[in-house]
């Protein structure tokens, strides 16, 4: 972060490549600071009125005004987008690396990596020749809109595609900041606690769909799935659950036959307006 | 620690608000904050400091306005103070609920000179 005013460039301030592409070390958006110089005074005196700003803004408004912009430019395109979130080793690119590999054939697909580092994630996705950004956040710990939308101006999507967007691995920040997606998909393994629903409820409460990754492991993990799911449900009533295992494939086609009616609904929704005289 | 990220938001609406009147510096702002927010209050005093600095908030006294939260039924329209955003109604145990305050994240006025 900037030692001068906090406001995260000098390196660490969101940087987004594509696969291939090299990191610059020092930021090309400029970043003037106040050098220390204070505003000349007046000589002649005058009164300091104090004046009340009733304001009532939203501190998230920024974030939302970019995220709506954004959901406009998905749908006018038709692009069903999803904002992946998860703690840390859920098995969010693994499920996307399956997801994409045995889809990929019938959906175009896009996909947007966030991570605080490295183009790990980004080559993972590349290697299955989709087009990919991947946003290093620097020492942020979620993507904000405004990001997705630089990311989404270099990604030039076509039509009727599905944009996956990875969050940063972390099941608080990204709960508060809407992308513009069309639906948030919290994903959590059976290697987590049962009781994470309502120990991180945010998150669980904002996303629209719960998959449960790693049933493969059920064996040998002591949790019970049925009380993960009535705790989500506790959060967020609307919650609807996919039980899959990205590494063996179990459960992978409820999700995709799910992935695959959202494209089509989205077809379908494009209004054919005539406009009469 | 989103809160940074929340105070900044903050600085940057104070810079916006006292450019358009051509005010000088902040005096005194007033936060609202609901307990439902996903904001911890501590966290955002801890980066308040730093994110702050060099800005027209430096030396303004920040009040943070804390809005308990409060919910609805859907199913018996039951009114209910909520602590958490899980919490169900307490009449019938239903989890479907619209959430009517406690959500509030806003700055809601700017003592300016």
């Known amino acids: 972060m900037c030692g001068t005013c906090g406001c995260g460039t000098d390196g660490n301030g969101p940087i987004i490549l594509k696969p291939g592409e090299h990191k610059h070390m020092h930021s090309h958006n400029e970043h003037h600071h106040h050098d220390g110089h204070s505003h000349s005074h007046h000589d002649h005196s005058h009164e300091h009125k104090h004046k009340v700003l009733e304001i009532e803004q939203d501190i998230l408004q920024n974030n939302q005004v970019l995220a709506a912009r954004n959901r406009g430019y998905f749908e006018a395109k038709n692009i069903f987008a999803l904002n992946l979130v998860s703690s840390p080793g859920s098995g969010k690119t693994s499920l996307l690396e399956r997801t994409l590999a045995d889809l990929k054939d019938e959906i175009p697909f896009y996909v947007i990596e966030g991570d605080q580092q490295t183009l790990n994630d980004a080559n993972r996705i590349d290697a299955l020749d989709i087009p990919v950004i991947q946003i290093n956040t620097g020492k942020g710990c979620h993507l904000e809109s405004d990001m997705v939308y630089d990311a989404v101006k270099k990604l030039e999507m076509q039509n009727d595609s599905i944009l996956m967007i990875e969050n940063v691995g972390n099941l608080v920040c990204p709960s508060m900041f809407d992308l513009g997606e069309s639906k948030r998909v919290v994903i959590i393994s059976t290697t987590e606690g049962e009781d994470k629903p309502i120990k991180y409820p945010d998150m669980f409460h904002t996303s629209d769909i719960c998959i449960i990754n790693k049933i493969d492991l059920l064996p040998y993990v002591n949790i019970d799935v049925n009380k993960l799911k009535n705790y989500a449900l506790q959060v967020n009533p609307n919650l609807q659950f996919f039980e899959v295992s990205a590494t063996t494939g179990d459960g992978m086609e409820a999700w995709y036959k799910w992935l695959k009616s959202k494209k089509q609904k989205a077809k379908s929704l494009k209004p054919h307006i005539k406009f009469k005289r | ?113």
């Open chain 2, 1 to 113: 620690m989103h809160e940074l990220s929340i105070a900044l938001g903050i600085v940057k609406i104070a810079e916006d608000e006292t450019a358009k009147v051509n005010a000088e510096k902040v005096t005194k702002i007033e936060l609202e904050i609901g307990v439902l927010s996903g904001i911890e209050i501590d966290s955002l005093n801890f980066v308040w400091k730093s994110a702050v600095q060099d800005s027209v908030l430096e030396k303004a006294e920040k009040e943070i306005i804390i809005i308990e939260g409060r919910g609805k039924c859907i199913d018996c329209d039951t009114e209910f103070d909520m602590e958490n955003i899980y919490d169900c109604c307490p009449n019938c145990n239903s989890n479907f609920k619209g959430i009517l305050k406690g959500k509030e994240l806003k700055v809601k006025a700017l003592e300016v000179i």
